[in-house]
Nanobody, 118 residues
Framework: QVRLVESGGDLVQPGGSLRLVCSTS????????MAWYRQTPGKERELVAQ????????DYSDSVRGRFTIYRDNTEKTLYLEMSSLKPDDTAVYYC???????????WGQGIQVTVSS
């Protein structure tokens, strides 16, 4: 069974940086796509950044473009989200997901808290 586990969440000051890590286990094949989402209480989960694994094409939400970078280490089967110039509005629970088959289900991690506050 495929499992995703996020790590790297923390409390950071505005303007600071943080790197989130999403580790994959239980998969014999590379995913087609992977993404980072985030969610705050009372709001829907929103897309932060996504990557097509084969082409390494990436896309970002307007709110994080230029500040966040998504990338993957294929050898380690690990997805990263490098976050810089963090703002209080970036405070959320961050989730990674992966899709392994066209039109197949998304596999989600359990989420990790990121808090940006002075």
């Amino acid at each position: 069974q495929v499992r995703l586990v996020e790590s790297g969440g923390d409390l950071v000051q505005p303007g600071g940086s943080l790197r989130l890590v999403c580790s994959t286990s239980g998969s014999l094949t590379s995913p087609l796509t992977m993404a980072w989402y985030r969610q705050t209480p009372g709001k829907e989960r929103e897309l932060v950044a996504q990557m097509t694994i084969r082409t390494k094409a990436t896309d970002y939400s307007d709110s994080v473009r230029g500040r966040f970078t998504i990338y993957r280490d294929n050898t380690e089967k690990t997805l990263y989200l490098e976050m810089s110039s963090l703002k209080p509005d970036d405070t959320a629970v961050y989730y990674c997901n992966a899709r392994f088959m066209p039109f197949g289900p998304l596999v989600w991690g359990q989420g990790i808290q990121v808090t940006v506050s002075s």
